[in-house]
């Protein structure tokens, strides 16, 4: 079946600094991928998409790119700000159209 | 910008009572999606549910569980005798969908509800 693995956190990181979250998929045929983000005492808000290969999904400042070959979708920002603190999910539809989510990873940023 | 709205935003209730959560999906959406996070756990599916039926269900999604879309704008989920594991936060999500079922991917949640049983 379809699996999301996510980087483990808590990562806690200082404002300005670069941010990598890992985000590795196992699926079969050729999944959708999504980052969303659930701030403080919030439900989910789509963070950004890639549905094919090689596609570079971007807002607010952060990307994500589908890799096929790595089979991998690392969310990225140049420059984080406290108000990104929050918990970031990679997920992914496959040939069902339910989304798996991966565990999860928090992040604080320090001012 | 159009949402999708649940209610309560919390509920505490006792073992083995029934449980009723609301939502009111995205008014032009077709495709209704009901999941799960235990506290500090993943997002879980339960159920999906299309053109007035089920269409896909998880393991977590057993007799005690059920939807219904009473009207033409609430999709209920609910848990006919509530046990201590039932306590989560239940997101409610909906997604555009097109004749012949060819769906719009991305889904949109709402706030959830905290649900605890004591």
């Known amino acids: 079946g379809n699996s999301v693995t996510q980087m483990e956190g808590p990562v806690t990181l200082s404002e300005e600094a670069f941010l990598t979250i890992n985000c590795t998929y196992t699926?079969?045929?050729?999944?959708?991928l999504f980052w969303y983000v659930q701030y403080p005492g919030e439900g989910l808000q789509l963070l950004l998409k890639?549905?094919?290969?090689?596609d570079k999904g971007s807002n607010k400042g952060f990307e994500a790119t589908y890799r096929k070959e790595t089979t991998s979708f690392h969310l990225e920002k140049g420059s984080v700000q406290v108000s990104d603190s929050a918990v970031y999910f990679c997920?992914?539809?496959?040939?069902?159209?339910?989304?798996?989510f991966g565990s999860g990873t928090q992040l604080t940023v320090l001012p | 910008e159009p949402e999708v709205t649940q209610t309560p935003s919390h509920q505490v209730t006792q073992m083995g009572q029934e449980v009723i959560l609301r939502c009111v999906p995205i008014?032009?959406?077709?495709?209704f999606y009901w999941y799960r996070q235990i506290l500090g756990q993943k997002v879980e599916f339960l159920v999906s549910?299309?053109?007035?039926?089920?269409?896909?269900k998880s393991e977590i999604f057993d007799d005690q569980f059920s939807v219904e879309r009473p009207d033409g704008s609430n999709f209920t989920l609910k848990i006919r005798s509530t046990k201590l594991e039932d306590s989560a936060m239940y997101f409610c999500?909906?997604?555009?969908?097109?004749?012949?079922?060819?769906?719009?991917?991305?889904?949109?949640f709402g706030p959830g509800t905290r649900l605890l049983v004591l």
């Open positions: 999500a909906s997604t555009w969908g097109l004749a012949g079922g060819v769906t719009q991917e991305t889904q949109y």
């Open positions: 699926a079969t045929g050729y999944p959708s």
């Open positions: 890639a549905t094919k290969a090689d």
């Open positions: 997920a992914l539809t496959g040939s069902a159209r339910q989304l798996t």
């Open positions: 008014s032009n959406h077709l495709y």
């Open positions: 549910f299309y053109n007035n039926e089920i269409s896909e």
